[in-house]
């Protein structure tokens, strides 16, 4: 057996993939060779998900009917709806969204199989019906009528019209867009590495789908730019000074969610687009979140020498599109699902099962079934919490 | 970056773990350093998972409280009940117990909490659920009534009395209770894997287990001891000799499940107790399951020189014991969320986010980004399966 890897897997090389390269060193993200400021400028969410599942740009043709194909896959069962009628209001978009893609194996034709041609229809289904779950749960809870889905309209156009029931601005379906771009994939982070985890005991897309929306919704993951949002709320109703406010909990040693990188030691190269989405959208509504998340960037690049990640400015930028802020996560979900497919098609195409070791640290070997009866009471670790 | 790691992460030291003791060359298994051998002969199912949570054996008095708050976590939610009732019956097993699990999130009331205590409390509750949950979707599917859980039996005893709807007799439950003992952990198998990377991100343990049912789901992990009985099936409806029906598929260089595994070398010490359940329950019953497994072992071993491995005799003991093919791998569920939920407290406790590095073999950055009308057509593929 080899030594303990790094804690966390940290820089550990899991396995191959021509989906997604990063150099975390100079701020590079590329999504199959394609540098990520490319497509922010130039590309689309349904280019950018042809691109990730098929491995290059589609010409006109194939764009047009991988478009409509992703379109006309806006389908929920209707034992969905029922789902989504029935479930707690106070339930969180996450568990619902874990809970709905589980139920959605049930009602798909192609559960079982792992074979690409499978997988990519499994992809097109649930790229389309994660974005219109997120957006039929919320008008639910909040007792407004569901949206019938628009097939004329973009993936991102259309998550907004079937979540506001308003057909949207073309510059607030633009950040959007440009959101979706920016988080559809991301190597292996947690999300991903989880779904090639489950994928790889040869499970379904489902199954691989759920676990990645389950390890998404930790705070570590897709919940930083929500605390975030928390923190530009909290600034804001205590009326302070953003930058004051933050020098306080750096002197308090808080964490100033999106900050810092587990991959990058330069600026996130997608931090650049959310912050110009947040400043662009800002100026067509209320610049006020934009303004706040600029002061607080440059405070903690000066004080801290830390980087703006993807997070930070997508909290802005979402509450300035009117998104509640417990459906962020749920829209990175509504892009990473681009990603994720990918990889599940790609472990599926040349599969090993992902199984490591771990170093021992327990009780010595044999350790003895001392008989109940004389057994010594020891001190549990529940009893000094309780304590306390 | 450090070098690729073999593939599958095999023989990788991905953490550090005090649960679990596998010595695969020697065929040694150990939770918290106990032989399991001991633990199969003297042992319960209830006493190993206080075992396993806790890091040594129970005093009585502890054990006695241990099964107590064990058992009256038989408790589901009427929503799970008639979330059961409203499922379509076609659904198999795993899909409806990674979707239940899943749901139940939304009715625990520790929900968020990663904390110790909570973990805890939430790791009761499940180990109780899944078990009913099993039990529950089977009565309901077959239009049975569904049976009320009895405090008084234990949780082998429980779950036959809710599958059932009779008393099983002390062999069943005994059969039961050492089948449950054997797969309650693995160390770092892929589904407590997948449950270790969803909880690195700080997610909540219903999102790790949910995500570790649907790895358990994969043939080449919980799936296989179905495959071993669908074998004997086929050999009993062909009227086949067994050692001849195997020698006949080797000659085919098809894959006979139920031998081998990644990490024993020598017999997986968990066959020898399931080899000798699957004889002492074939005595009471009928033996013909377990003398054609037996025929098939030894012609098996001679013949490749592979060992049984813990799903080979699984599956007749599971079927001498009545219970449906497609209930084998929710019962590894029932057994393995003792050790799932060992190994998230375990990842709480002392949390690091589990994100390795991918080998990046796609196009070379960076790609050109081609306007689309200078695009030319690719080789898709699905072009080629589609033509195949």
Redesign the interface.
């Given at each position: 057996?080899?030594?303990?890897?790094p804690?966390?897997?940290?820089?550990?090389?899991?396995?191959?993939?021509?989906?997604?390269?990063?150099?975390g060193g100079k701020g590079?993200l590329?999504y199959?060779?394609?540098?990520i400021h490319?497509?922010a400028q130039?590309?689309t969410f349904e280019e950018t998900t042809f691109l990730l599942w098929?491995?290059?740009?589609?010409?006109?043709a194939e764009?047009n009917d991988f478009s409509h194909q992703l379109a006309a896959a806006r389908q929920l069962p209707d034992?969905i709806i029922?789902?989504l009628r029935?479930?707690?209001k106070t339930?969180?978009p996450m568990?619902?969204l874990?809970?709905a893609v589980?139920?959605l194996?049930?009602y798909d034709p192609d559960?079982k199989s792992v074979?690409?041609?499978a997988n990519?229809r499994k992809s097109f289904r649930l790229t389309a019906q994660i974005a219109m779950i997120v957006a039929v749960f919320d008008r639910i809870r909040k007792g407004k009528e569901i949206v019938r889905p628009d097939t004329s309209l973009s993936h991102a156009g259309n998550f907004l019209w079937m979540l506001n029931g308003e057909k949207p601005t073309e510059t607030a379906t633009k950040a959007l867009d440009v959101a979706l771009i920016l988080h559809a994939d991301h190597?292996?982070?947690?999300?991903t590495?989880?779904a090639r985890?489950?994928?790889?005991?040869?499970?379904?897309m489902?199954?691989?789908i759920?676990?990645a929306?389950?390890?998404?919704?930790?705070?570590?993951?897709?919940?930083a730019n929500e605390a975030v949002m928390h923190l530009l709320y909290d600034i804001d109703k205590a009326g302070d000074d953003p930058v004051e406010h933050v020098r306080a909990m750096l002197a308090n040693k808080e964490k100033i969610s999106g900050f810092g990188h587990?991959?990058y030691t330069t600026e996130d190269p997608r931090a650049t687009h959310l912050r110009r989405m947040s400043e662009d959208l800002g100026k067509d509504a209320n610049p006020k979140w934009y303004e706040m998340s600029r002061k607080i960037e440059i405070f903690v690049k000066d004080e801290k020498k830390l980087n703006a990640n993807v997070d930070f400015y997508s909290a802005s930028t979402y509450t300035t599109l009117g998104i509640n802020i417990d459906l962020f996560t749920p829209i990175f979900a509504i892009s990473r699902i681009a990603g994720w497919c990918a990889h599940v098609i790609e472990q599926h195409?040349d599969n090993?099962?992902?199984?490591?070791?771990?170093?021992?640290?327990?009780?010595?070997?044999?350790?003895?079934?001392?008989p109940?009866?004389q057994?010594?009471?020891?001190t549990?670790?529940?009893d000094s919490?309780?304590s306390a």
């Open positions: 057996m080899s030594t303990l890897a804690k966390g897997l940290q820089d550990v090389v899991a396995n191959e993939s021509s989906i997604c390269f990063i150099d590079i590329s199959r060779g394609i540098d490319e497509l130039k590309s098929n491995g290059t740009l589609p010409t006109a764009l034992d029922t789902f029935n479930i707690p339930a969180s568990e619902v874990r809970t589980s139920l194996s049930i559960e074979q690409h041609s990519v190597e292996l982070n947690a999300s590495f989880a985890v489950i994928a790889a005991t040869l499970s379904d489902h199954s691989a759920t676990g929306i389950g390890a998404l919704k930790g705070p570590l993951h897709g919940g587990r991959v195409d090993r099962l992902i199984r490591p070791r771990a170093d021992y640290t327990g009780p010595a070997y044999p350790a003895p079934y001392v109940v009866a057994r010594a009471a020891q549990r670790p529940l919490e309780h």
